[in-house]
Structure formats: structure tokens, C-alpha cells
């Protein structure tokens, strides 16, 4: 008579419990993956228009006040000059464009209101105060600037 030997294995229902046991594993896994990389790009594009606003701001105030002169060359659009080079931004409702010579920034922030207030010359109009509101993340700012022209040859500066 011979004699059968066992084998040891899982039985058929044991396999498929491992099988569906580490199936809904996985798929929780990937639920909550994909929950957390949503949560993440949230974050960072919170963090990025944190960013992008603040740069937008200490670009314009260091503009306005390290510039001799600020220039309204229309209703959107002003010109910072000093001796060595201009700047030029422009305002759009949803977006601010800064151009220094070679280099153009956008910045991506909503204008609701924007006033320039100016001194009127026969060749041109100066600026002497901007007031700006923006919506930022759901929230109302208003930026105001203005700019004294202390001495004379400011006001008589011409362009070359």
C-alpha cells in the first residue's frame, strides 16, 4: 500500500479571504493617499499666492519709494525712473505685470479698485499716490502709496 503524503498549503476559501482582506487594504490606502495629496496641493498653493502677494507688494513699495520719479503713461499703466533704468507696471483686473528692462513678472492678483492720483504737467502726469484693492484669498486689502517730490529737479527731470 503506498502511503499519500499531505502537502501543506492554504485551502481555496483561505486564499481568496488574504485576496480580498488585501484588496480593501490597498484601496484604503489610496483613498487616503490621494486625500493627502489633495490636502498638500492645497497648502502649497496657498503658500505660492502667499508668496506671489507679498513679493507683489515689496516689489511695488521699494519701487515707489526708491524711484525720483513715477510717470502715468495711461489709465493702467505707470513708468518708475531714476537715472539708471525704468520700470514699468502694468494693472489688469486679474493679474499685475512688472517689466524691469529684460526681466517681466507677472503677478497673479485680483485689482477690484485702482486710482492714480497725479500732478498735471504740460508733457506728462506724475504720480503722487496710488490706491489699489485687491482681493487676496477671500479678503479685501486696499494698498495706498504716496510719493512727496521734495526737490525741484524732479519735477523738471526730462527723459532722454
Do not use: C
Amino acid at each position: 500500500m503506498m502511503h499519500q503524503k499531505k502537502i501543506k498549503a492554504f485551502s481555496l476559501m483561505e486564499t481568496l479571504i488574504a485576496t480580498m482582506l488585501s484588496g480593501i487594504l490597498l484601496s484604503l490606502i489610496y483613498i487616503s493617499f490621494s486625500f493627502l495629496f489633495k490636502e498638500y496641493a492645497l497648502i502649497r498653493n496657498k503658500g505660492f499666492k502667499s508668496v506671489n502677494n507679498h513679493l507683489f507688494y515689496s516689489y511695488l513699495y521699494n519701487d515707489f519709494n526708491k524711484n525720483e520719479k513715477i510717470i502715468k503713461l495711461n489709465d493702467n499703466k505707470i513708468q518708475f525712473l531714476n537715472n539708471t533704468r525704468k520700470i514699468n507696471y502694468v494693472f489688469n483686473p486679474d493679474f499685475v505685470l512688472r517689466e524691469n528692462g529684460n526681466q517681466l513678472d507677472t503677478f497673479k492678483i485680483q485689482i477690484l479698485d485702482f486710482q492714480i492720483n497725479t500732478l498735471n504737467f504740460p508733457n506728462q502726469q506724475l504720480v503722487k499716490g496710488l490706491n489699489i484693492g485687491v482681493k487676496i484669498n477671500d479678503d479685501l486689502f486696499t494698498l495706498k502709496m504716496e510719493k512727496e517730490y521734495l526737490e525741484s529737479n524732479q519735477l523738471e527731470w526730462k527723459d532722454e
